[in-house]
């Protein structure tokens, strides 16, 4: 099992930056891919960026494409979201999720954190 607890989130002000964290315990050694999504009000959960532990390899949504960046440490224990430029449309609740190897979908998921953008 793995358990992925998110922390970071909060109140800003448009065009200001945040960094999500998200710890994960448990068998990390059998994860393939991390990923960040989030959900806004009334909207389905959306892929936001998704991170390839072998190889780095990585890709976002075009809403967040050259202003948010996705990355792990710590053998995979610990993954970011560095979100710059922050719009309200961005405001929503931000998972963190894993893959295990063989899998075709996230089957790991974080309780959630909440990022609100509001003058």
């Known amino acids: 099992q793995l358990q992925l607890v998110e922390s970071g989130g909060g109140l800003v002000q448009p065009g200001d930056s945040l960094k999500i964290s998200c710890a994960a315990s448990?068998?990390?050694?059998?994860?393939?891919?991390m990923a960040w999504f989030r959900q806004a009000p009334g909207k389905e959960r959306e892929l936001v960026a998704a991170?390839?532990?072998?190889?780095?390899?990585?890709r976002y949504s075009d809403s967040v494409n050259g202003r948010f960046t996705i990355s792990t440490a710590n053998n995979k224990r610990s993954l970011y979201l560095k979100m710059n430029g922050l719009k309200p449309k961005d405001r929503a609740v931000y998972f963190c999720?894993?893959?295990?190897?063989?899998?075709?979908?996230?089957?790991?998921w974080g309780q959630g954190t909440q990022v609100t953008v509001s003058s």
């Open positions: 991170l390839l532990t072998h190889g780095g390899h990585s």
């Open positions: 999720a894993a893959r295990d190897r063989g899998k075709e979908g996230y089957n790991y």
């Open positions: 448990g068998r990390t050694a059998f994860i393939s891919a």
